[in-house]
């Protein structure tokens, strides 16, 4: 891995083109501005229960997420608000979910943790380490039998892949070459456990090779890396060819979650990798190759922070749901189920 | 459509009710163990994949988890599947998939989406399967939220409920009786579907009510022919359900017959009955109780391998008779 | 040594199988692995093979003939073997199913070892202990639980014994109501009902019950008066109820009513509450149509220590003084002669009576009454005035008595005679 800043410009630069490459950086920015929005929401006590940031993470989200399709999809997980944005999302219906209000993505049900959105391909965020993987697998069964040229992602930490989920989901999707690119977003830290001290390989790709698929590991925080190695692993899946395992090293600058207390990891440690902030890399990179204008960085950097925002207020104002509509959304033909004495 | 009534055993109707699925929506689809050219375990599926071939019928590798959590996936996608596990004891592998996700992705997402699977569960003991093959784990799921749980007891209600639960927009936990699956009984042809929210009174009385559930039904209404001759006129409930639990027609029956006997074969504590005698104490029928309810329920043990104390395990017939002379002499 | 050859168990739960097919015979050489013979079991056909090489012999267990499993079907020798002389018994590896099935403890009581709460424990010996339906059959039909015997464990009530006590009391009374019922008169029919006044009695029906043929006549004593019991009485409502309840408990359907003063307004709130089962309602200068009433004549006779306080609050009832008997007077002040009755009567009185004013007004159970109505007063009231009787609906008939006081039954009896028969016709 080459963490100095290439200004060479990548291949992927040129398939992706200007409009793209202004496009994920906006996301990232827009990550960013996110994530710091709900941490400042939250230490306000604007939010209930808690949130597992992604700060540190963007380029991983988005590098996958740009060269996805509108009909493909993507399994998240509990630190999911950059896939979610990287997929699509609306930041203010976000932000309304977290606050819990009735027009949040879930209704204000789900809350930070589970934020979903299937009709535009977002099969959610999950509470539970490894949960979205056999999920992913079943949606890319779905899409190989109706036959679909679509393909699902399944974002993952490096904490699942010692799940049995993960082995059992993997084993599935080689054996019926699914279309599925399981991307493990390996920041070093399970909570409070590092890498090395859970799991058995050095790199979660390796065990790519139980299962007799590729297994690739990128610079997670190179965007262009990122974004080049998920293109061929989607386009291996889109041919049929079935599924490839991808890791993105990377690194989250804040904790796990709101109560962590970062007594695993050294001041150093954290400081060196904010100093490899991915954002930072590509903006540096595109400015360096003529691909943007400072001006452009500017506009985009206050129209991030207008979006966010307006995000925040727009949650803020927005209605909380009804006690009683308490048991609603537990089945579908709800009045016809009512199992109360 | 024909109405005729034919002989079929309860694992012929689910198998018809396989295929009737599949012909009418491309959308079903079959996944468990051993499922296809073996046949199943119980030969529940039997040659449905030379009719419908290895790609509607899917042998999965042993991976319960992995395999509920496909069924949960597909779903989400607005296929139909239908997951068999080869023991209903083997759920426990599955249960992450099972409660945390298809109970509740509905309800965490807003009602934004369904999860329209169903898993099947051969269960119960009588077999000399032992502890970890023998289970009656229903109770674990009817108090789950976002699930249905179902348990017919007879062919042509597992024909019927199981093409109920295949169109049912949510998940269902459908529940085989192993020892039910050589029982025969008239099954009507063609395609038809029997309510997952109503239970079913197999037998009028009203000296006692009896809720039941699977075998213990037939248990019941062998127990009720006995002390029929005694002068005792015993009302047979067959739940069929159990979430949604079809609360009115056990509060009716209680109400005219004034005593209740709750069988089951699932662990009397924290079981099936459990719940009955709770709801019908918090319901209009507290009023109308003549005797203390009765529960009737496995034993508080793993099931045993030796088969003298397999049977002493779970409720017999002569149990509940006795218990029915003594809720109705009055002698509880 | 011999190798048995036995049905084998295939399926989990097998318990039988029936031979299909024999491929060897006695004397035949078989290695093994070799298919020697077919089952049919519910599931499949199964080939089974031999266990060891040998020579097969002995072979029991006819194609077709359903055997248990574990039965033995012939033995494989090594060389120099003789078939064994005695076969064993079937060596059941499952066991048979005409075993009398054990009763084990599948009650309420729990079995030992179990953390379960042992049922109907920890129950207070002294309670009062009875089924929910017990108590409300009880509730519903006005018997008192603790005066039963309870035929169930340890005493307790349940819904038969209740219900035996039901059928003892014919249409099961309320409870409270233990007011006296005098058949004046037996007779086939529909009976008349009389109710008296406040401070009388059912005793003073006597004579207008003479001049009355061919009905049967029913003289209630109201509560706190007469024989019947003191109760606390919060309304005409509970006079109404509890002359209802008596009627009900005496097996009394449908009835012809007439009341007088008190026991007319007592009439007009049972018109309110079974107007279905009156057949006639006749009033006699009834409490209940209007505020006044003479509160002096009311503290006068509660306050009575002695017939010579009693006579002048008497004479008042009376157009014609000399009408005022002194056996009158004496059965009146009879009736005061309890402490207890008179402390029911002034309780009464201050209730339905307070300052010289009738408490309640049922004019309105007058409207829409279908059955026919008569009210008869003495144009001479001095306790109840006349001009009550005006505005009435136009099917209630108004006979006005000349000369007569507030007891027209006493002072126009064969008026009143008379017109009840037209009631009754």
């Not at chain 1, 830290?189 to 859970?198: A, D, I, L, P, V």
């Not at chain 2, 012909?23 to 040659?47: P, S």
């Not at chain 2, 009028?204 to 019941?220: E, P």
Request: hydrophobic share 40%; glycine share 10%.
């Amino acid at each position: 891995m080459n963490d100095r800043i290439n200004q060479a410009q990548p291949a992927i630069y040129e398939k992706l083109g200007r409009d793209k490459l202004h496009k994920a950086l906006r996301q990232m920015h827009l990550i960013r501005m996110f994530e710091e929005g709900a941490e400042q929401a939250y230490m306000r006590g604007l939010v209930h229960g808690t949130m597992h940031l992604s700060i540190g993470q963007e380029a991983s989200a988005v590098g996958v997420g740009i060269m996805l399709e509108s009909g493909d999809y993507i399994t998240s997980t509990h630190r999911g608000h950059g896939h979610c944005i990287a997929k699509g999302a609306d930041p203010k219906f976000m932000f309304a979910e977290f606050f819990g209000k009735d027009n949040g993505y879930c209704r204000g049900r789900g809350g930070s943790m589970h934020i979903a959105d299937v009709a535009s391909g977002n099969l959610g965020a999950n509470g539970i380490v490894g949960g979205g993987l056999p999920i992913a697998v079943g949606a890319a069964l779905a899409l190989k039998q109706t036959k679909k040229p679509n393909v699902v992602i399944c974002f993952f930490g490096d904490g699942a892949n010692n799940e049995g989920a993960f082995h059992e989901s993997l084993n599935m999707a080689a054996i019926w070459k699914l279309p599925v690119v399981f991307v493990c977003e390996n920041n070093k830290y399970g909570m409070s456990t590092s890498t090395e001290r859970s799991t058995a390989v050095k790199n979660v790709s390796q065990r790519a090779q139980a299962y007799d698929f590729p297994g690739v590991t990128v610079n997670g925080n190179d965007f262009s890396e990122v974004a080049s190695a998920a293109g061929e692993a989607i386009a291996r899946a889109r041919r049929g060819d079935g599924p490839t395992l991808l890791e993105c090293m990377t690194y989250r600058h804040r904790g796990h979650s709101k109560s962590d207390r970062n007594r695993y990891r050294t001041k150093e440690e954290i400081d060196s990798w904010i100093a490899r902030d991915p954002i930072q890399l590509l903006q540096a990179n595109l400015l360096a190759n003529g691909l943007i204008e400072d001006e452009e960085v500017a506009a985009m950097v206050k129209s991030v922070e207008d979006e966010i925002e307006a995000g925040i207020n727009f949650a803020k104002d927005s209605p909380d749901p009804k006690v009683e509509d308490l048991t609603a959304f537990v089945y579908t033909n709800q009045n016809s189920e009512t199992s109360n004495v | 459509m024909s109405n005729e009534m034919r002989e079929l055993s309860y694992s012929q109707a689910i198998q018809e009710a396989l295929g009737l699925a599949m012909e009418r929506d491309e959308r079903v689809f079959l996944m468990g163990e051993d499922i296809g050219v073996y046949g199943g375990a119980f030969q529940v599926t039997g040659d449905l994949i030379h009719r419908f071939g290895e790609d509607r019928v899917m042998d999965t590798p042993i991976s319960e988890l992995a395999g509920a959590g496909v069924a949960v996936g597909a779903a989400l996608l607005n296929r139909r599947p239908v997951y068999e596990f080869q023991f209903s004891d083997f759920a426990a592998l599955a249960m992450e998939q099972i409660v945390n996700q298809a109970a509740k992705i509905r309800f965490m997402l807003g009602g934004k989406t369904s999860v329209p699977l169903v898993m099947r569960f051969p269960c119960g003991s009588g077999t000399g399967a032992a502890a970890q093959h023998s289970q009656s784990l229903e109770s674990w799921f009817a108090h789950v939220p976002g699930l249905k749980v179902v348990q017919p007891s007879t062919p042509a209600d597992a024909k019927g409920m199981l093409l109920a639960a295949i169109e049912d927009p949510d998940p269902v936990m459908f529940f085989e009786h192993k020892l039910l699956y050589k029982m025969k009984g008239h099954v009507p042809e063609g395609y038809y579907t029997e309510p997952l929210n109503q239970a079913k009174i197999r037998r009028q009385g009203s000296d006692v009510t009896i809720v039941a559930s699977a075998i213990m039904v037939h248990k019941a209404l062998e127990a009720a022919a006995i002390v029929e001759k005694e002068g005792i006129s015993v009302e047979v409930i067959d739940l069929r359900s159990l979430r949604p639990m079809d609360y009115s027609t056990l509060i009716d029956s209680v109400c005219k017959t004034t005593r209740l006997i709750c069988v089951y074969e699932g662990t009397k504590q924290f079981g099936i009955g459990t719940e009955v005698a709770a709801a019908i104490v918090e319901s209009a029928a507290f009023d109308r109780l003549d005797a203390p309810i009765i529960r009737l329920g496995g034993a508080d043990c793993p099931l045993p391998y030796n088969p003298e104390l397999e049977k002493a395990a779970v409720p017999q017939v002569p149990n509940i008779v006795e218990a029915i002379r003594r809720s109705v002499k009055g002698r509880i | 040594m011999a190798t048995e050859v036995i049905m084998p168990r295939v399926d989990m739960d097998m318990t039988e199988g029936k031979i299909a097919f024999w491929y060897v015979k006695n004397g035949d050489a078989v290695t093994k692995g070799q298919v020697i013979f077919e089952i049919e079991t519910d599931k499949a056909t199964m080939e089974v093979d031999a266990p060891v090489t040998g020579t097969i012999d002995g072979i029991q267990g006819a194609v077709g003939e359903s055997v248990l499993v574990g039965t033995n079907l012939g033995w494989i020798l090594a060389a120099g073997e003789s078939l064994p002389t005695q076969t064993p018994d079937a060596t059941a590896q499952t066991t048979p199913q005409t075993e009398p099935e054990k009763v084990t403890a599948f009650d309420a009581t729990p079995a030992a070892a179990t953390n379960e709460p042992a049922a109907m424990s920890g129950a207070d010996p002294s309670a009062l202990r009875a089924t929910p339906l017990a108590r409300s059959l009880a509730h519903a039909n006005g018997i008192d639980l603790l005066s039963l015997p309870g035929s169930g464990p340890n005493g307790r009530v349940q819904g038969a014994d209740v219900m035996h006590a039901v059928r003892q009391t014919p249409m099961g009374g309320d409870a409270g109501s233990d007011l006296h019922l005098n058949w004046i008169v037996r007779a086939e029919g529909i009976p008349l009902v009389l109710l008296h006044g406040f401070g009388a009695d059912q005793g003073g029906w006597r004579n207008l019950a003479a001049q009355i043929k061919g009905v049967a006549i029913i003289g209630i004593d109201l509560p706190n008066h007469g024989k019947s019991g003191s109760s606390t009485i919060g309304s005409l409502d509970d006079v109404a109820a509890a002359v209802v309840s008596r009627l009900n408990r005496e097996g009394v359907k449908e009835f012809h009513l007439l009341g007088h003063s008190l026991g007319g307004a007592t009439a007009l709130a049972m018109a309110e509450m079974v107007s279905s089962r009156l057949r006639s309602l006749t009033l006699l200068a009834p409490a209940g149509l209007g505020a006044d009433i003479n509160g002096g004549f009311i503290d006068g006779l509660c306050r009575a220590n002695s017939e010579a306080s009693l006579k002048p609050w008497l004479a008042e009832l009376f157009h014609d003084e000399r009408l005022l008997s002194s056996s009158f007077v004496a059965t009146a002040y009879k009736q005061l002669e309890s402490v207890q009755k008179r402390e029911g009567l002034r309780a009464m009185a201050k209730v339905l009576m307070p300052d010289g004013t009738q408490a309640t007004s049922k004019r309105t159970a007058l409207e829409g009454l279908a059955v026919p109505t008569k009210v008869i007063w003495g144009n001479d009231d001095r306790i109840i005035p006349l001009k009550h009787a005006q505005g009435l609906p136009g099917r209630v008939a108004l006979h006005v008595l000349k000369n007569v006081g507030h007891l027209s039954y006493i002072e126009a009896t064969d008026d009143v005679a008379a017109l009840l028969m037209e009631q009754m016709r």
